[in-house]
């Protein structure tokens, strides 16, 4: 599980993918030199966080989703396959 600030290139090309994630949104203000992200957004994404830390079964399912979908995905064989296939 992570938390993500969704950015354009993960929105176009990550999230599609299936990834469970907390996300800080998309948006953000630039105040004094620092990005913030929405104080309702950082509130909803404190709240999924605690329920995540709260329950252990959860936690396991997200782990284990994200892990085989970074193994399916982004793994040293897939990139393998991948260069094959265009080296081809």
């Known amino acids: 599980m992570g938390i993500i600030f ?3 290139v ?3 090309d ?6 469970e994630i907390v996300s ?13 992200v929405n104080l309702d957004t ?7 966080i605690l329920e995540i830390l709260f ?7 997200s782990v284990q989703k994200n892990f085989e979908l970074g193994r399916k995905y982004f793994s040293y ?6 260069l094959r296939y265009q080296i081809k």
């Open 24 to 36: 800080l949104g998309n948006k953000v203000k630039l105040t004094n030199g620092l990005y913030k």
């Open 55 to 61: 329950d252990i079964h959860k936690a396991i399912e």
């Open 77 to 82: 064989d897939m990139l393998e396959k991948k």
């Open 14 to 19: 990550i999230t599609p993918l299936g990834f």
């Open 10 to 12: 993960y929105k176009k």
């Open 42 to 48: 950082i509130i909803k994404a404190k709240e999924q």
């Open 6 to 8: 969704e950015y354009p």
